[in-house]
């Protein structure tokens, strides 16, 4: 079974251009995260999608990024413009979903960005 | 909100023998989830163990052991037999359990490295 697969995995770019993330999780996973990893730091939620619905995007910046997961199946997550203090690893992670008594996250490679 | 504290920035390991990495953590909720990541330089995150904290007794994965001790919001992760390929960053996660997929909350991480 394909695992969470994210592309692409390293991204440089020039501080104020735009910058897109992509995110499959595992095939029937209803439930998709978007963590941002500053270095040396642990991950933190950026925002969580229930099938298309994001039910929690708190944390997201939300004057310059933006995510989508238009079909319930894939996302992307953007942001625009970039800052320099948007260089991290951006990971994305699925789970089944539901209402069971857990859900275990599966994580992606992440995506390292760079904004020079 | 929830709080996970890993005071051990890095550690450091021979092989064969034992390490215990430390994990504290503050929250008001009754029922939650603890857990303990890896993350190998190639910075794909994967669940190493799991404890419900309804769970008096303690969990243990092979070689991956904690010592939970909820009254002092305790969760240490004890590496037994270490291992070459045990050497990453180990993160701390607490998740309350409210449906099964709500966020991960993680410390800033311990990187262990084990030497030969």
């Known amino acids: 079974e394909a695992g969470v697969v994210q592309s692409p995995r390293y991204k440089i770019i020039e501080k104020k251009q735009p910058v897109a993330f992509w995110c499959n999780p595992i095939?029937?996973?209803?439930?998709l995260y978007w963590y941002l990893q500053n270095l040396g730091q642990g991950p933190e939620l950026l925002i969580r999608y229930e099938n298309e619905e994001a039910v929690d995007d708190s944390q997201l910046p939300k004057d310059r990024f933006s995510a989508e997961r238009l079909k319930g199946v894939d996302s992307t997550l953007k942001i625009q413009p970039a800052e320099l203090g948007d260089s991290a690893v951006y990971l994305c992670?699925?789970?089944?979903?539901?209402?069971?008594?857990?859900?275990?996250?599966?994580f992606g490679p992440g995506t390292r960005l760079t904004v020079l | 909100a929830q709080t996970v504290t890993q005071s051990q920035p890095e550690m450091s390991v021979q092989e064969a023998e034992t390490v215990t990495l430390s994990c504290t953590y503050d929250t008001s909720e009754s029922n939650y989830y603890l857990f303990w990541y890896k993350q190998p330089p190639s910075r794909q995150m994967i669940l190493v163990i799991r404890?419900?904290?309804?769970?008096?007794q303690n969990a243990t994965e092979n070689r991956f052991s904690v010592n939970f001790q909820k009254a002092a919001k305790s969760f240490s992760l004890k590496i037994s037999d270490s291992q070459l390929g045990d050497t990453a960053m180990y993160f701390c996660a607490f998740m309350k359990h409210a449906g099964g997929s709500e966020k991960l909350v993680f410390g800033k991480g311990t990187k262990l490295t084990v030497n030969p």
């Open positions: 404890q419900e904290a309804y769970k008096q």
């Open positions: 992670a699925s789970s089944p979903g539901g209402r069971s008594s857990y859900n275990e996250q599966f």
């Open positions: 095939s029937g996973h209803n439930t």
